[in-house]
Nanobody
Framework: QVRLVESGGASVQPGGSLRLSCEVSGFGWRDSTYSMGWFRQAPGKQRKGVAALDRDESIRYADDVKGRFSISLDNAKNTLYLQMNSLKPEDTAMYYC?????????????????WGQGTQVTVSS
């Protein structure tokens, strides 16, 4: 069973940066097909994809974070990262990492089967 644990959420001012981490366990990094992604959910809104990558490290970003956010995977540390720069108040949300058996970097939350507990990011002056 895949287990994911996020960390790194915090309160920051607009224009600031944060790096989220997601420690992953329970599956073989070189096995089969998979994608991993970061998602966010603001109060009263649906969960949305932010960034995702697949086994071949193809990457996809949501339009509203392109050029500001960067997703990466450190296989040696079993950790998925999300580097977030130039943060805006509208980036405020609970951020989740997720794992799914997809052959491409899907941004649809319904295509993911395992989820972490989330980490809160608040951008405010």
């Amino acid at each position: 069973q895949v287990r994911l644990v996020e960390s790194g959420g915090a309160s920051v001012q607009p224009g600031g940066s944060l790096r989220l981490s997601c420690e992953v366990s329970g599956f073989g990094w070189r096995d089969s097909t998979y994608s991993m992604g970061w998602f966010r959910q603001a109060p009263g809104k649906q969960r949305k994809g932010v960034a995702a990558l697949d086994r071949d490290e193809s990457i996809r970003y949501a339009d509203d974070v392109k050029g500001r956010f960067s997703i990466s995977l450190d296989n040696a540390k079993n950790t998925l990262y999300l580097q977030m720069n130039s943060l805006k108040p509208e980036d405020t949300a609970m951020y989740y990492c997720a794992y799914g058996g997809n052959w491409y970097p899907a941004l649809n939350p319904e295509q993911y089967t395992s989820w972490g507990q989330g980490t809160q990011v608040t951008v405010s002056s």
